[in-house]
């Protein structure tokens, strides 16, 4: 089940929020006392539904969260609880987390890899659970806070499982400290005001990936799977560009969806996005795309490791080839994780140094033609079609046009303007128009209010036009 599908929209849902505002109705009549406010009903409600959501497409795969969740649940109480032993309970605890991803994710490439150097080994087809990356991280982040006791320990089950299986970010994401929301499991208040902006943040999400992301992985599929054979340069830098313009609104998307149903339940998560294709270097793209991943990666491999203090720049080849590798078990991830891994680097040294004395301008488009040509590698994980498309890239093919090219482009004109358009920080600049030249006054609520219902209806509208019968709907970051 994804967020983007009908019977999730009109079914799934609808049933969940009812079912929890009885739960709010059962927490306030009858578990809440006049010294506590009680939330035992809506967990258990959030918990169940969530079970569900992960269940629909793999029954089987729940038992291994669920066993997940306990294993990080014992070890949590035995860091907290036994001075003498919390640091091999926080070893053998991250080795089962790593073990599990590893098993699962990476078996099979590991024994191709043996395979393919001489070693005689059989390869396992072993299919890859749902989510499992990111709330196998969520896992390692909750064991590791308690033990630096940056985070309180989750002494019922029931709640750490809550945090883990929570299905707003379940299958991608962000990756949610347990920090973040461990008060929120016990203490939170949904106001109309959460309400209504969650919903808001849950359409805006939902149009990017349907009206936008949808449309756009047709082009890229033209060109990059359909018509590999014949591409041209143009129709090379079509097709990625699409495919750049299709990740971004696919995955932001998504987080934007989790966001804003967590802000309906009472949860703040974090950003995971900040305008990435707004940046002016690639350690500034980095620090707008995937947040979440980036700050684990720097809390709790980068930092350890010695950070800018020893040793920097492996240090961030480390944590690159990491970040290559947890996108999935393929030498192209690992490439495209070294290649982002030696600019950064490289930056750090160089550009850097002087990016004030640069013209924005310049900067921006050197950013962009590096960020695109990395998901050329990122797109490609059969290296023969990569060196055929990079080839097509740079210019060395029989045609650099041609008809087809020209449609792509003639007939999704209003497409790739309205994408580029929105890869803008459009809604934090019409909000400072809103406050700058109507303050606080009832002119400005009315139009904020009427505006935001507008643009909701038209999404849900238009999504669900374009649903209807829609093939290609899975989130790309599900993969991972």
Request: hydrophobic share 50%; glycine share 6%; net charge neutral.
């Amino acid at each position: 089940m994804v967020f983007s599908d009908l019977f999730f929209l009109f079914v799934f849902l609808p049933t969940f929020l009812l079912s929890y505002l009885a739960a709010m109705w059962v927490d306030r009549q009858w578990l809440s006392t006049t010294e506590r406010k009680s939330n035992q009903a809506k967990n258990l409600i959030l918990v169940c539904f969530s079970l569900i959501f992960y269940a629909w497409g793999e029954p089987v795969y729940v038992f291994l969260m669920l066993f997940c969740v306990l294993v990080n649940y014992l070890a949590g109480l035995i860091i907290d609880r036994s001075d003498r032993h919390r640091k091999m309970a926080l070893v053998m605890g991250l080795v089962a987390n790593i073990a599990i991803l590893g098993t699962f994710k990476y078996l099979g490439f590991l024994a191709q890899c043996l395979c393919d150097v001489g070693v005689p080994v059989s390869v396992p087809t072993i299919a890859l659970p749902i989510g499992i990356s990111f709330y196998t991280f969520q896992s390692i982040s909750y064991l590791v806070d308690v033990y630096r006791k940056e985070s309180p320990v989750q002494r019922r089950f029931p709640d750490l499982l809550l945090y883990i299986s929570m299905f707003p970010q379940l299958i991608a994401g962000p990756i949610v400290r347990y920090g973040t929301i461990a008060e929120e499991i016990h203490k939170r208040q949904v106001t109309a005001e959460d309400f209504a902006d969650g919903i808001y943040r849950f359409l805006i999400g939902l149009g990017k990936k349907v009206i936008l992301a949808n449309q756009l992985s047709e082009i890229s599929d033209q060109f990059l799977v359909n018509g590999l054979n014949s591409l041209t340069t143009a129709g090379a830098w079509i097709g990625i560009v699409a495919f750049t313009l299709l990740i971004y609104f696919d995955f932001s998307g998504y987080s934007d969806m989790a966001i804003g149903l967590g802000r309906c339940l009472g949860f703040h998560f974090k950003e995971n996005f900040r305008h990435p294709y707004c940046c002016n270097s690639i350690t500034d793209f980095w620090r707008r795309w995937h947040i979440s991943l980036g700050s684990f990666f720097r809390d709790y491999v980068y930092i350890p490791l010695g950070g800018n203090r020893q040793h920097q720049a492996v240090n961030i080849l480390v944590v690159w080839f990491l970040t290559g590798m947890w996108h999935g078990a393929s030498w192209n991830f690992i490439i495209w994780g070294v290649y982002f891994g030696l600019i950064v680097m490289i930056e750090k040294y160089t550009l850097l140094k002087v990016h004030d004395r640069i013209p924005a301008v310049f900067l921006h488009i050197y950013s962009m033609l590096l960020v695109v040509a990395g998901w050329g590698i990122f797109y490609f994980d059969n290296f023969q079609q990569m060196v055929v498309f990079f080839q097509a890239f740079f210019g060395n093919t029989a045609s650099l046009y041609d008809f087809v090219d020209e449609s792509a482009l003639l007939n999704n004109f209003w497409l790739w303007i309205v994408a580029l358009f929105f890869c803008l920080p459009i809604r934090t600049t019409v909000a400072d128009w809103f406050d700058r030249w109507l303050g606080d006054s009832s002119v400005k609520t009315f139009l904020f209010f009427t505006s935001r219902v507008v643009i909701s209806l038209g999404i849900l509208i238009l999504s669900t036009a374009l649903l209807v019968g829609a093939t290609n709907n899975a989130f790309i970051y599900t993969r991972f």
